[in-house]
């Protein structure tokens, strides 16, 4: 489910849906300001959203258990080194053609619903093949791992390993127009980032003197 600010009070009724056509995981996504809901305002949104949303997603995390895998990353904490542990960290790649595909309403398939704005990115229809035809195509080699040292400026940045903005490639390319660029909340993010360092070592030098 993709959340934007008109649906956030539907949030637990997917929730009670997936339970009840039996879905193993629910994947709740955030609205960003790219592709189209770029020009409507209107649906964008904010800080209290996020914590709406984000107290909302941890009660149905309590309440369901182990039926069902809720997914929701919080566009404000994007540092989780340990979230998707990944063995080769100079490769990037996110669940999105990894573990996870999305169907637009048309039929096409796409590695994740950021992708939706571009049908460049259309990996097959379900009209035409099956899924698990689409699934094996090489056009999702790219979704597949990228190198790090092919992502210019994440391959330089100080925030790099902790970083999980950065797997989203698919974001990156709605924002920039480039698909090895930076996506959205990149800025901040380092902003963040240094801050935290800046205010751990004032405290490590504190407890020494
Ligand atoms: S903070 Fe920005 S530049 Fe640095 S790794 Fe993350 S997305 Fe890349």
Redesign the pocket.
């Given at each position: 489910m993709t959340v934007h600010k008109k649906n956030i009070d539907e949030i637990e009724a997917v929730a009670k849906i997936s339970l009840n056509v039996g879905a193993r995981s629910l994947t709740y996504g955030i609205l960003y300001d790219v592709g189209r809901a770029k020009t409507v305002s209107s649906i964008q949104l904010n800080y209290d959203d996020l914590n709406c949303i984000s107290s909302k997603v941890q009660n149905i995390n309590r309440q369901v258990g182990n039926q069902l895998a809720i997914s929701f990353v919080d566009p404000r904490y994007s540092l989780h080194r340990n979230l998707m542990p990944n063995k080769e960290p100079d490769i990037v790649f996110c669940p999105g053609g990894t573990s996870r595909l999305a169907i637009r309403s048309d039929g096409l398939v796409f590695p994740c619903q950021y992708g939706f704005c571009d049908d460049k990115f259309a990996t097959g229809s379900i009209t035409k093949e099956s899924i698990y035809q689409i699934w094996k195509s090489r056009r999702w080699k790219i979704f597949r791992g990228i190198p790090l040292q092919k992502?210019s400026?994440?391959s330089q940045?100080?925030?790099?390993v902790d970083?999980r903005?950065?797997i989203c490639r698919l974001m990156a390319y709605a924002a920039s127009g480039d698909i090895f660029g930076?996506?959205p909340g990149?800025?901040w993010?380092?902003w963040h980032?240094s801050f935290n360092n800046a205010r751990k070592e004032v405290l490590t030098n504190a407890r020494k003197s």
């Open positions: 992502l400026q994440c940045c100080h925030a790099s970083c903005l950065k930076v996506p990149c800025e993010l380092k980032y």
